[in-house]
């Protein structure tokens, strides 16, 4: 019978600081990025082990965080998820986030690990920590090693119309002339909505992520968190957006599509304007519009097509380390 390994509970001080590094059950720290949030990876359990690597303050405060899944001999922040990584809530010296990376790799140590792979959130998200993390992983012999394109949009007081640019406005004129309607609509439209875009994906030669089940299950889960916005011409599904709410702040397209067959409406400009209209109803700051390349090689077209709506280029990065003693 093989042996069940002893979770890991690991705690120091560092200075005024403590460390903590555990698996198993979880506070329900729910600050913070939804994809680095207990909530969500009580959701979407690891296949291996699941550490979680906490620094606190004097007052006991999460100052910092990461989730880091371990499966063989190869660490992954995220596992499942499109980005985990160091995230900060307090205000942290770079020479601390040093020693806290330190004290991470050392507890890894301990289980062999010859990689280490870390999805680092869109510099959107925090520019500070992120400039911050990036220095603290090439001094912790990390490679960079992708810079996608990431892209994202202001929300304004200004309609989704004034943001656009001319092309794509008479698209959504034309869209809105036609009689199209947009709406929020609930898990029970999500069958239609995944037909559409896994016929959309498959036109476009692009991948899909989660199968049906797999976003079901997230969408009955996290019912506040992942939402659906439909474009129709009378009652058919012509396009859809599924956003992902991160934070108070940041809304997540996860995933778009569009009808074949109205191409020449381009209506996903509408379902996009819906995400829109909600985030100036809810007080949200920014659409992440997600990546627009693949391993780093930029998709012309994608790329255009989120510029056409205004959008804000940014960088969403990719790490590496390898062990020397490989």
Not at 34 to 61: A, C, M, Q, T, W
Request: hydrophobic share 35%; net charge negative; charged share 25%.
């Amino acid at each position: 019978m093989a042996s069940i390994p002893v979770p890991m509970l690991i705690k120091y001080t560092i200075g005024k600081y403590s460390f903590l590094a555990h698996e198993g059950d979880i506070d329900h720290f729910n600050r913070g990025f939804f994809f680095n949030n207990d909530d969500f990876l009580r959701s979407r359990p690891v296949k291996g082990r699941l550490i979680h690597f906490e620094l606190r303050n004097e007052f006991g405060e999460m100052t910092a965080r990461m989730n880091v899944s371990v499966l063989g001999n190869i660490a992954y922040s995220p596992w499942k998820a499109p980005f985990g990584s160091v995230e900060c809530f307090l205000e942290v010296e770079s020479n601390m986030l040093i020693e806290y990376m330190e004290g991470i790799f050392e507890s890894l140590k301990s289980l062999d690990i010859i990689e280490f792979r870390i999805i680092h959130y869109p510099d959107l998200y925090d520019v500070k920590t992120t400039k911050k993390v990036d220095q603290v992983l090439i001094k912790s012999n990390f490679d960079r090693e992708v810079d996608e394109w990431n892209q994202h949009l202001i929300i304004g007081q200004a309609g989704f119309e004034q943001q656009i640019l001319y092309s794509q406005r008479k698209r959504l004129k034309k869209c809105q002339r036609s009689g199209f309607t947009t709406k929020m609509e609930d898990i029970r439209s999500l069958s239609e909505a995944y037909e559409l875009l896994t016929d959309s994906r498959e036109r476009k030669n692009y991948p899909i992520t989660m199968s049906f089940e797999e976003l079901s299950e997230m969408f009955e889960i996290h019912p506040s968190r992942y939402l659906l916005f439909a474009v129709r011409d009378e009652q058919k599904m012509v396009a859809m957006a599924i956003s992902i709410l991160i934070s108070p702040e940041i809304i997540y397209n996860f995933y778009h599509a569009d009808h074949s067959e109205y191409g020449s409406f381009s209506p996903t400009v509408l379902a996009v304007g819906a995400v829109y209209e909600y985030c100036q109803q809810q007080g949200i700051d920014y659409i992440d519009l997600g990546i627009s390349s693949l391993n780093g090689e930029l998709n012309e077209g994608i790329y255009r097509f989120k510029k056409g709506l205004g959008a804000i280029d940014g960088i969403k990065r990719k790490y590496v380390w390898h062990s020397t003693e490989r």
